[in-house]
């Protein structure tokens, strides 16, 4: 709980650097010509606030802790599963409309740039497949929830060290292949798609609209599946040996 509130406290921090001072071209191009102090909280905003790992650690921490001690406690894992599958869906749905509706970079900012609402629906409906920390955490309780199913099957629950090795593993898979990943999907859709701001999406074809919503999860701009439910799996893994 006091991580989680001192890094909105950092975000908020980092956003009012960002949107208030003039230094962000400086910082980009040469950070070490900065005065001290500017130095100092932007090193700490950046790594505690804008790195969104962190709260997908936390959130995950927090997830796997109450989701163990409920299994142990006699919890039917299957309702346990599904309602946690239905949480993460109804959130992820929730993002989307963030994204398109309540992101201040999307219809508010044409809204006040002179934009009609209809013209800034029709030039941001597209961020629907944008993917940031809401969207992450929701996939990451999804995922974690049906894997954390079929290990604590025959008192698995139990199983400590085999569960948090298993999402370690996991880990380290979405996290080290990432690169990769990416190259994959930019040689699929002739674009970076980890890079490529929803309003500057090139459909293929009307199929692209319906598959790019499930496979834009693992690497579409700009949290992307791969690599952030990496960090996802290692908040589960602190999580685990937190409850032996």
């Keep these: 709980d006091f991580m989680r509130g001192f890094a909105i406290i950092c975000i908020a921090m980092f956003h009012l650097l960002l949107l208030t001072c003039d230094l962000v071209a400086q910082a980009s191009n040469d950070p070490f010509s900065l005065p001290i102090f500017y130095l100092v909280i932007t090193v700490l905003t950046v790594v505690l606030a804008h790195w969104r790992g962190l709260f997908l650690i936390i959130s995950s921490v927090v997830h796997i802790y109450t989701m163990t001690n409920a299994v142990r406690n006699g919890a039917d894992r299957k309702k346990l599963c599904l309602s946690k599958i239905k949480f993460g869906l109804i959130l992820w749905v929730f993002g989307m409309f963030r994204e ?61 060290n085999r569960n948090a090795l298993v999402f370690l593993g996991l880990s380290a898979v979405f996290i080290l292949f990432a690169p990769l990943i990416n190259q994959l999907a930019t040689a699929f859709y002739i674009q970076d798609p980890a890079n490529t701001s929803p309003d500057w999406i090139e459909f293929l074809g009307w199929w692209d609209y319906p598959t790019r919503l499930i496979i834009g999860l693992f690497v579409t701009y700009n949290s992307p599946l791969f690599p952030m439910l990496g960090y996802t799996f290692a908040g589960v893994v602190l999580g685990i040996l937190m409850t032996r």
């Design 100 to 160: 398109v509706f309540l992101n201040e970079w999307s219809i508010p900012m044409l809204l006040t740039q002179g934009s009609t609402f209809a013209e800034a629906f029709a030039n941001r409906w597209t961020w629907i497949y944008l993917m940031e920390a809401l969207e992450d955490i929701a996939w990451g309780i999804i995922f974690t929830s049906v894997i954390f199913y079929f290990l604590t099957a025959n008192n698995g629950v139990e199983k400590y």
